[in-house]
């Protein structure tokens, strides 16, 4: 498992999220954003995971690796859905899960679910604990950071951008991490 190729996978699909975290903290303490964020990270890694086992298991690893073009495709699509997330009704957990699901379903499924893809159920276990974590420790750093007015700046100028270029390399990662380049280099 490599936990670096996590990290960037969650931070980059998790990037256009973080302003809506900034406003949702500010209208919700901070244990009813995390347990909403958590909930709706686990069962989108979840999604990814099971998604991927079935298509593991009828076709093999190196054609999975096509699935790289999902990230690729999401960094060169514009999509603008983001403000699709401030319609949920019930409870401050129930509002951010389901903002959360709604702005975030497709990106999170299509950039995890070629990295989960080749993953065993205990890796998948220590994914789920890592990205938990990482979840956990964002909304505790973005609760921090909210009020700094140089942080909303660099994220409304730079961030797009860098979330795109995160998404390509994930795809590229894959590309590689399932074999399809070498694959298709040794039919050449």
Request: hydrophobic content about 55%; aromatic content about 12%.
């Amino acid at each position: 498992m490599n936990y670096w190729l996590l990290a960037l996978t969650f931070l980059s699909v998790n990037l256009d999220f973080f302003f809506m975290l900034l406003f949702l903290l500010k209208k919700y303490r901070v244990q009813q954003v995390m347990l909403g964020y958590l909930l709706g990270t686990l069962i989108l890694l979840t999604l990814s995971f099971a998604v991927g086992k079935v298509l593991a298991s009828f076709l093999p690893e190196w054609l999975l690796g096509i699935l790289g073009v999902l990230p690729i495709y999401m960094a060169l699509h514009d999509d603008d859905d983001d403000d699709a997330g401030d319609k949920a009704h019930g409870g401050p957990v129930l509002t951010v899960l389901v903002t959360y699901l709604s702005v975030c379903a497709g990106c999170n499924l299509s950039i995890f679910l070629p990295v989960l893809a080749g993953e065993t159920l205990p890796h998948f276990g220590e994914t789920l604990i890592f990205i938990g974590v990482l979840t956990l420790l964002v909304v505790a750093v973005l609760k921090l950071i909210a009020d700094i007015p140089v942080v909303t700046k660099v994220m409304d100028r730079y961030g797009e951008p860098l979330m795109k270029a995160c998404y390509i390399l994930i795809g590229l990662y894959v590309f590689w991490d399932s074999g399809l380049i070498t694959h298709v280099l040794s039919w050449l």
